[in-house]
């Protein structure tokens, strides 16, 4: 596609559900990153992947969330128990490579979470 | 661990004004990103900075990096309304999938 589409773009749910969310990045993009933004805070660094693969999990605030891609195209950010702190946005960003510090990330509009 | 500090976190300016905007790190880096973020929208990409005394230009925008002094700026000339919007920077750490953010510059311009 033309951009990096996510969805649902708004989430409203109860404390306690799980919810997933959705990522397609720009087509021919390699890598693909979660970030995590609070209200009027900046991005928090969440995961990404290089492929399917994803080197780096540290971000990922506890293990009621995890994320995974296929077919190196979409991917999903689960969150298990949703508690109330995991109300934020969540954006999607993808970028041909790792490697080439002249890509910058592409975003998404973000999937908006609120936790009642 | 990697901090980035922005300042001012929010600038009233009225439009024809000039202002910087400020971006300070915390440990070694030669890559710098600056974001604009719309209420409500994604972030858009500005401009690229990848070594020092990088300096760039868009229209009334203009960034700048000084890795020595762990700094860039964005410099705002003229302003216009339609440039009001949230300004980020991001800055690389020693792999570039993990971007640091600042915690992001509100700018009005009013009439």
């Known amino acids: 596609g033309a951009g990096v589409s996510q969805s649902p773009s708004n989430k409203v749910t109860e404390k306690g559900k799980d919810v997933e969310l959705r990522c397609d990045p720009i087509s021919g993009h390699t890598a693909l990153y979660w970030y995590r933004q609070r209200l009027g805070q900046g991005l928090e660094f969440l995961i990404y992947?290089?492929?399917?693969?994803?080197?780096?999990k540290s971000g990922l605030p506890s293990d009621r969330f995890s994320a995974e891609r296929t077919g190196e195209s979409v991917s999903t950010l689960t969150i298990q128990r949703t508690q109330q702190e995991d109300s934020a946005v969540y954006l999607c960003?993808?970028?041909?490579?790792?490697?080439?510090?002249?890509?910058?990330?592409?975003f998404g509009d973000g999937t908006r979470l609120s936790i009642l | 661990e990697l901090k980035v500090e922005q300042n001012p976190l929010f600038l009233s300016m009225q439009e024809g004004k000039n202002y910087t905007i400020y971006c300070n790190y915390s440990?070694?880096?030669?890559?710098l990103y600056w974001y604009r973020q719309d209420p409500g929208k994604s972030l858009e990409s500005l401009f690229v900075?990848?070594?020092?005394?990088a300096v760039k230009q868009e229209g009334r925008l203009m960034a700048s990096l000084d890795t020595k002094a762990r700094l860039s700026t964005l410099h705002i000339t003229a302003a216009v309304h339609d440039l009001s919007a949230t300004y980020f920077c991001?800055?690389?750490?020693?792999?570039?999938?993990?971007?640091?953010f600042g915690k992001g510059t509100l700018l009005t311009v009013n009439p």
């Open positions: 991001a800055v690389g750490g020693g792999s570039n999938y993990k971007l640091t």
């Open positions: 440990t070694t880096s030669d890559r």
């Open positions: 960003a993808s970028s041909k490579s790792t490697g080439d510090s002249n890509q910058p990330q592409h």
């Open positions: 900075l990848l070594s020092n005394g």
């Open positions: 992947f290089q492929g399917n693969s994803a080197p780096d």
